[in-house]
């Protein structure tokens, strides 16, 4: 097997947030999410449904297969049969995640996107998260806006789950008792140190942490020569 770069990892650990998850709407949100999700189709979710973002259901190769009016899409997002992974610009140990304003509400320092459907999303259908460059201004001990609601905040929801969250140099998820944040794998090529140096609260880690999973052969030549030969996941995860 040829050499796997670090975006190609991070395919892969996108493209298993959608295993076993039957006929649900994927809707990936960037590249590699994108490139995941129709990898996941390809492979091993293969009831998975996939958009063209707007009123149509599509195949991996972008073919239509059918249509999904605005009703139908807010009738599987409040179902539970939708998973997201959207970004973050902050998230903390429980899964709050910001993506509306970075300092004070009253007086931001930075206006971002907005809440947009993020509190529906994550109390409505799966929320996962993707983020391409993880340092401690992403990874902090407080978001200073809740968008998505996190474990700690949606004890009554009942279609509220995290699955996971990636970037560059992990997976992680909230398999904990208190729903914290947990090292699930580490990217090959990184270290429990590097990961805790850039994590802004104290993170849960296993004794022992695996890799994220080898790509297969078949994978690597879907992801290179099929879905993405443009090879724009690079642009997005560039080591």
């Known amino acids: 097997m040829t050499q796997v770069s670090r975006a190609e990892y991070c395919v892969i ?34 009831d998975l449904l996939l958009t063209d973002g707007e009123a149509l259901l599509i ?27 959207m970004g973050a610009s902050q998230i903390d140990r429980y899964g709050n995640q910001n993506i509306s304003c970075i300092g004070d509400w009253a007086r931001p320092t930075r206006q971002l996107l907005g809440v947009r459907g993020a509190p529906v999303n994550t109390l409505n259908n799966p929320t996962s998260y993707w983020v391409p460059r993880h340092s401690r201004r992403v990874f ?3 978001v200073d806006m809740v968008c998505g609601v996190g474990y700690d905040r ?3 929801a009942p279609h ?11 997976v992680f998820d909230f398999a904990t008792p208190d729903h914290s944040m947990r090292l699930a794998s580490l990217h090959p090529g990184v270290s429990v140190e590097q990961v805790r140096e850039a994590t802004g609260f104290a993170l849960t880690v ?15 030549e879907l992801i ?14 560039g080591h």
């Open 13 to 46: 650990a996108c493209a298993e947030a959608w295993r076993d998850a039957g006929e649900v709407l994927a809707s990936p949100m960037g590249v590699i999410p994108s490139v995941g999700a129709r990898l996941a189709r390809r492979t091993f979710a293969p």
């Open 140 to 142: 902090v001990e407080r």
């Open 59 to 85: 195949g991996p190769d972008g073919a239509v297969e059918g249509w999904l009016p605005y009703r139908q899409h807010l009738a599987l997002v409040t179902g539970g049969r939708r998973h997201v992974m």
């Open 206 to 220: 296993p004794d022992e942490v695996p890799y994220t999973r080898e790509p297969t052969t078949r994978e690597l």
């Open 154 to 156: 949606a004890a009554d």
């Open 224 to 237: 290179r020569d099929v879905i993405d030969p443009a090879d724009t996941r690079a642009r997005e995860v």
């Open 160 to 170: 509220h789950r995290i699955p996971r969250v990636v970037s560059d140099l992990g």
